[in-house]
């Protein structure tokens, strides 16, 4: 069965450091990848996505980056977070177009 | 801009009772699906609707997408304080994307 695991589940950084979040997907081969933020609560806004290894789609301009170093790997980084990266973070995978997403447990990052 | 619009953005009711949450655009979906998460989790998918019309039953959740395929609603039966959580509907525009854009969100309570 697919599995995608997210890690870690909560994470406090101060202002000026840099990030990484990785999130791996088991059991299925060449997915769709998904970096999602969650601002309390409410709707989620995509940040990346791609439909393969070191195949980037940045939706919205910001201080993050991502990256695939493998097919079933999904890496978020920045050089140096700002209090409003603050948020909650899910990584996400679909295997087609209409089959929908399975999420992570998502990450809570607070920037402080 | 929003293009999926829910409502109401928070529902508290009392166990045993009928709701439904909808979910509109100006836009038309090629297919739709509804989540449910739980605080601190990722989201769940609960359903996929691709067709106009179509009506989906899961248990005690009934979810029908509008036939102009512009809007969606789903209607919950003797609500249960197992159904607590916040519901998000999420919509594929158009062909040859696999970007799903995800709607502000429908917080429900119900009471025991």
């Known amino acids: 069965s697919q599995t995608i695991h997210q890690w870690p589940a909560t994470l406090v950084q101060p202002v000026g450091s840099p990030l990484s979040l990785e999130c791996t997907v088991e059991g299925t081969s060449n997915p769709n990848l998904y970096w999602y933020r969650q601002a309390a609560g409410r709707g989620l806004q995509l940040l990346f996505y791609s439909v393969g290894i070191g195949q980037i789609s940045s939706e919205v301009p910001q201080n993050l980056s991502a990256s695939r170093p493998q097919d079933r790997q999904f890496i978020l980084s920045s050089k140096k977070l700002l209090l409003s990266d603050s948020g909650f973070y899910l990584c996400?995978?679909?295997?087609?177009?209409?089959?929908?997403?399975?999420f992570g447990s998502g990450t809570r990052l607070t920037v402080v | 801009t929003q293009l999926l619009e829910q409502s109401p953005q928070f529902l508290s009711i009392q166990e045993g009772e009928n709701l439904t949450v909808y979910c509109n655009s100006s836009s038309v979906f090629s297919s739709l699906q509804w989540y449910r998460q739980e605080p601190g989790e990722g989201p769940v998918l609960l359903v996929t609707v691709v067709t106009g019309g179509e009506v989906k039953k899961l248990k005690r959740l009934t979810f029908q997408f509008g036939d102009a395929r512009k809007d969606s609603s789903l209607h919950i039966t003797a609500a249960q304080p197992g159904d607590t959580g916040l519901y998000l509907c999420a919509g594929l525009r158009s062909s040859g994307t696999y970007k799903y854009i995800f709607g502000t969100g429908t917080r429900l309570k119900v009471l025991a």
């Open positions: 996400a995978w679909s295997v087609a177009r209409d089959y929908g997403y399975t």
